[in-house]
Structure formats: C-alpha cells, structure tokens
C-alpha cells in the first residue's frame, strides 16, 4: 500500500507535468498509452501504433517513449502504466515467460491470461539476434560462424548490457557454442562507433538494424541454431480492446504489413538522414494505406541549433524544472525537520546520516527500476520519490552541519533569556544554520538537475528525453542539444542559490 508521501507525490506529479492527463480517453477515462524501449525500431514502432489508432480515438494516444530494457517496459505494461508495446516472440518466450524453448502465439497466450496479458498482431517481420564483425576483419579470420568466433579468444567483444544480462543473451549463447571471450557493456547505438573504430572487433546487432549495410559488417552465421525467431507482435493488456474497441480494429490492420527490408528502410531514414519518427510513422501509414507518395521529412534535420532550440525546448524545460524544483522541496521539507529532530542524539543521527548516505550508493536506474515495480507507475512519480532520496544527505547533512557551529554559549543565552527548547532552536539556531541549510539545498540541487536527466529512461521527460533518443540514434548533435540546456540550468541554479546566500550573508552583517 502507498504511503501518505507516495500519494501526495503522485498527486504532485499530476498537477506539475500533467501525468496520464492527457491524450485519447476511453470510456473510463483512462488515456491510450503505448510504451517503446530504448532503441529506434521500438521508437518508430510506438509512433506507428499511435498514429494507425490516433484517428479512432477523440485525441492522440499518449506515447512514452524510451522507458528502457525489456524489465522496465515489461513492469510498465504489467503494472498498467501503459497499455501496450510492440515486443518480439523470442524475448516474450524467453525473457518474461522464461521458456526453454520457444513457444508459439497460443501458448504464450495461454501463459500471459493469468497476468492479464496477451500477444496479437504479427507485425510481419523478424528482427532476431546476431553478431556482426566488420567484414575485412571477418575474411581476414576466416570468420564467417559463431563456431568459428569460438576459435579466436583474442577478439574483443563489446555487446549491449541487456544482451549480456538476458536469459537468450550472452550466457546462453556463450554455453552454446563455448565462446571463450569476455563481453565489455556498451550501449546499442555506441556499438557501431565502436566496432567502426577498431575499439571492438565483434558486437551484437539487430538483424533490421540499418549500419549493418551502412557500415560494411558481416553478419556471422548462427550455424548451431541458437536464437530463436523474434517476430514482432503487440504484447497488450487484455482489457484494450473492450477500452478501446475501434482503435484496436485498426491497430490489427497492421497485421502483416512490415516486412524486413520495410522496417529497416524506416530505421534507416531516423539514424543515417535523421528523419523524426513522427514523419517516417506518418509517411509508411500513408505509402501502404495508397495515400499520396511519402514526402521526404525534414523532422531531425537542421543541425545542432535545430535540435536545440526545437519545438520541444519549452515542454522540456518545464518538466525538468518542475523535476527538480519540487522534489528538492520535499526533501527540505522533509530533511530538515528530520535532521534537527536526530540532532540532539548522536548515535540516532550517525544511524540517519548513515541510511540517507547509503541511498546515494544505489545506481540511479536501478532504483528507477525498482521504484517502478514498488509503485505500480512510470514516469513522474518514480523519478520524483528517487529525486527526493537523493536530495536528502546534503540537505541533512548540511542541517546538521549548521546546528553544530553554534556555539554554546549562544544556546545557554537563549535559555538564560526564558526560551523555550522550541523557541530557542527556531529564534536562534535554526537562523544561525540557516546559511549552511541553504548550501546543502543548494548542492541538493545541483545534483538533481544532472539526475534528473536519468528520469527520461522511465518516461519522466526533462532534458534527458533528448539525451536518450541521441544515445539511441548515436546522433551526437541530439545528445549534446539534451546536455547542454541541462547544464546552463545547473548553472542557473548556482547563480540563484548564490545570490541566496549573498543576500543571508548581508542580512546577518
């Protein structure tokens, strides 16, 4: 059960940046929502989806882009933060039914009923697992299977961190043909800069990427048969299509209609001409719906100063302020009474101090993730409860810090002048803290406006929505339109809370 802070949080969240408030109701009110992982295929298929039902809904569905791994949007979907998202066979055998083998449409159905779940719409195309080499390299070797990859352990391998962490991923595939090599993690988009440069010889692909041709590399053959198919297909909630009757006719009206070299012409058009998934969604809708021909996009093109001052600018200033601004407020209005509360008793303050020290060890996604599952919701309120964690040890620290520098002489005046406890701490310790409270607030956010950029993973918007569709697209200009903005409100806030504590400094003097 949520806690009182929880649910005000959640409320917060509603009112600051407009969580699940938006978009197409259905008869309960609730908004179409349709989730994508963290990589362009899953970027332009969530916008696809949303375009082929958006004109069978009152408004646009909400679309939450970049949630992350397969744990993350899996929990999101059985959570009910969205409805739906496009997933392959193999990853839904394997990877959430923990299958040993694969299983057909029926089974897993009949597997996913209890959860609530189910799988429809066979898109009509496999985007399955490989390794790829670049291939002057491979015919070098003499290269051309992964049996053959097994006889040269000098190879550096560098594959995407989910690959390594997933059942069907590097563990199983390592057992199956005994490649003795030591994967490093990368990040799927970074991969292909890294293997173009030398840095790794050999990487995980997806076989519909659009660089495997771009860049030359040879596929290697999977001789033994270890992957299975990854046939994309909507992996849903089972209440959709009662919710949302006419949009879910026309959502398995796509059944079968993108084949290979059709998803990897759209994932071409967003990572080698930077095309934005809006426009390319938009114009295979209208080419296969015998529309007018597709019209070239200028979504995503323009260079740095484009990005940076898109359309989008506004919104994700809002949101990421917004962000940080309420959850430092939490925490000060949390922190603080804690840390004067502990004060008086130094081994319950050292145990305090110690705990909320301990939260900052946690890795920021992890907790992410795992605030995801204990609160039943992505986006807002998650990233708000970890923001909030975070601030806690400066501003309690910094408290604590400033209660301590005075003196006591000037505790024993105030007593000696007929205070209370009470009024003595907030007549005459809390103001003398107050310039040393004010620092910890202020390093409380600086940090949260860096961490808050981690929120885009778990679709919490901010700057970082830009930083994680760059690092999807290894588009550098993207990314760097995402950090930039983000450093200038660090900055921001440094001059704020600077002026802050000038202002304290003359008032004392």
Do not use: C
């Not at 199983?172 to 991969?191: E, N, R, W």
């Not at 270890?226 to 992996?235: E, Q, S």
């Not at 003398?432 to 808050?452: E, K, Q, S, Y």
């Amino acid at each position: 059960m949520r806690t009182w802070l929880t649910k005000a949080l959640g409320l917060l969240a509603m009112l600051t940046l407009g969580f699940g408030m938006h978009g197409a109701a259905a008869q309960d009110g609730r908004p179409l929502t349709i989730g994508s992982k963290r990589f362009t295929e899953s970027y332009i298929l969530a916008e696809l989806l949303a375009q082929a039902a958006a004109p069978h809904l009152p408004a646009r569905p909400v679309v939450r882009q970049g949630l992350g791994n397969t744990a993350i949007v899996y929990e999101a979907l059985r959570s009910g933060a969205i409805d739906l998202y496009a997933e392959y066979t193999g990853t839904i055998s394997q990877e959430i039914l923990k299958s040993p083998r694969p299983l057909s449409m029926q089974a897993m159905n009949e597997a996913l009923r209890p959860l609530g779940l189910g799988t429809a719409v066979p898109l009509g195309f496999n985007d399955g697992y490989a390794f790829a080499m670049r291939a002057d390299a491979a015919q070098r070797l003499g290269i051309r299977t992964l049996s053959d990859l097994a006889k040269h352990p000098e190879l550096k391998l560098g594959l995407t961190n989910e690959f390594i962490g997933r059942a069907d991923g590097w563990r199983g595939v390592q057992s199956h043909y005994g490649l003795p090599q030591t994967p490093t993690g990368l990040d799927h988009g970074i991969a292909y800069d890294a293997i173009s440069a030398g840095q790794v010889d050999v990487i995980d692909i997806y076989t519909t990427d659009a660089k495997i041709g771009h860049l030359g590399l040879a596929v290697l053959e999977d001789d033994r048969a270890y992957f299975p198919r990854y046939d994309a297909v909507l992996l849903y909630r089972l209440d959709v299509p009662q919710r949302f009757a006419p949009a879910w006719a026309a959502l398995q009206a796509l059944a079968g209609r993108i084949d290979e070299p059709a998803m990897i012409g759209m994932n071409a058009r967003a990572e080698l001409e930077g095309a934005g998934f809006d426009a390319i969604a938009r114009d295979f809708l209208a080419a296969r719906g015998g529309g007018a021909a597709p019209a070239a996009s200028a979504a995503g093109a323009g260079g740095f100063m484009a990005r940076l001052f898109g359309p989008d600018l506004g919104r994700l200033a809002r949101e990421h302020v917004l962000l940080v601004a309420v959850s430092t407020g939490i925490a000060v209005l949390l922190g603080v009474p804690l840390a004067v509360a502990v004060f008086p008793h130094a081994r319950l303050r050292a145990l305090v101090l110690a705990a909320t020290g301990l939260l900052q060890t946690v890795p920021s996604l992890a907790l992410l993730a795992a605030l995801i599952s204990l609160l039943g919701a992505i986006g807002t309120l998650p990233a708000l409860v970890a923001l909030t964690l975070y601030a806690l040890l400066p501003i309690m620290r910094n408290t604590v810090a400033g209660l301590a520098e005075v003196s006591a002489g000037l505790r024993q005046a105030g007593t000696a002048l007929g205070m209370t406890g009470a009024q003595n701490l907030r007549l005459v310790q809390l103001p003398l803290a107050l310039p040393t409270l004010v620092a910890g607030v202020r390093i409380a956010a600086t940090i949260g406006v860096g961490t808050a950029t981690l929120a885009a993973f778990i679709g919490a918007g901010g700057f970082g929505e830009r930083i994680v569709t760059g690092l999807a697209l290894n588009d550098r200009a993207l990314l760097m339109a995402g950090a930039l903005p983000a450093a200038v409100l660090a900055l921001a806030s440094e001059l704020l809370f600077e002026a802050l504590e000038w202002w304290l400094r003359r008032g004392r003097g």
